[in-house]
């Protein structure tokens, strides 16, 4: 189906850790415009469409939002290695930190976790298309 080559698509290559931008960023991530809700919602609304090269755009469009994901995750990662507890503190980052360390959540900038409610799939081409494009404006 396709190949991964090991390396991210795009380097990330972060040299200080920051906790208040990670708690902005984590919404690209499990927000309801993020990328985990763009990659699911192509690649579960791929199966209803009628032509075989929509079903392929969506499968290209769906996982190319998962690169996009590990992109994210390496951002987030990065920005909250090696964070001493006081900066944890000081930035804003100790809700999350209580719940989750530094490990990787997917959760709205809010602290809403990820849910399948950000996306929908109708089996309707046209629905699904429309709420496709409306995410995807939101989340560029």
Do not use: C
């Amino acid at each position: 189906m396709w190949q991964y080559e090991k390396k991210l698509q795009y380097p990330v290559n972060i040299k200080n850790p920051n906790a208040k931008l990670a708690k902005a960023i984590i919404s690209q991530l499990g927000g309801p415009d993020g990328e985990l809700a763009a990659s699911l919602r192509y690649l579960n609304q791929r199966y209803v469409m009628p032509y075989g090269e929509v079903k392929g755009i969506l499968t290209d469009i769906g996982t190319e939002e998962l690169a996009h994901v590990e992109m994210i995750s390496a951002i987030l990662y990065q920005l909250t290695k090696d964070l001493t507890i006081d900066e944890i503190k000081a930035q804003g980052f100790d809700t999350y930190f209580v719940d989750h360390t530094t490990g990787l959540y997917p959760i709205a900038a809010s602290g809403a976790p990820f849910t399948a409610t950000y996306f929908q799939s109708k089996g309707d081409v046209i629905t699904d298309l429309n709420e496709d494009m409306a995410a995807d404006d939101a989340h560029t």
